[in-house]
């Protein structure tokens, strides 16, 4: 069974900084890209970024620009998302997922794994 296993979120104050870590099974993080998306309370669940296969590419949502970075480690089998720069509104439960391509990805859709999340929480 392949798994993702998200880890890393907390409870932090406006401009703190959280890594979080996403730890796959070997066949899921070696055919597919890597990303992060998260979800709100009370809203629709967001892209946040993603990274290619062999971690050549990454591509991130407006909101998060500047401020958070994602990143893989072939020998762990994980991906990694470091959080700077914390805003009140990065307030969510974060996913780790894999899928096929970039454009499935930003959407949301047509992913071939799912983590079950790990919560940010940011304080004003």
């Known amino acids: 069974q392949v798994q993702l296993v998200e880890s890393g979120g907390g409870l932090v104050q406006s401009g703190d900084s959280l890594r979080l870590s996403c730890a796959a099974s070997g066949r899921a993080f070696s055919s597919n890209f890597m990303g992060w998306l998260r979800q709100a309370p009370g809203k629709e669940r967001e892209f946040v970024a993603t990274?290619?296969?062999?971690?050549?590419?990454?591509y991130y949502a407006d909101p998060v620009k500047g401020r958070f970075t994602i990143s893989r480690d072939s020998a762990k089998n994980t991906v990694y998302l470091q959080m700077n720069s914390l805003k009140p509104e990065d307030t969510a439960v974060y996913y780790c997922a894999a899928g096929p391509d970039l454009g499935a990805m930003r959407l949301g859709v047509a992913m071939d794994y799912w983590g079950k999340g790990t919560t940010v929480t940011v304080s004003s």
């Open positions: 990274v290619s296969r062999r971690g050549f590419s990454t």
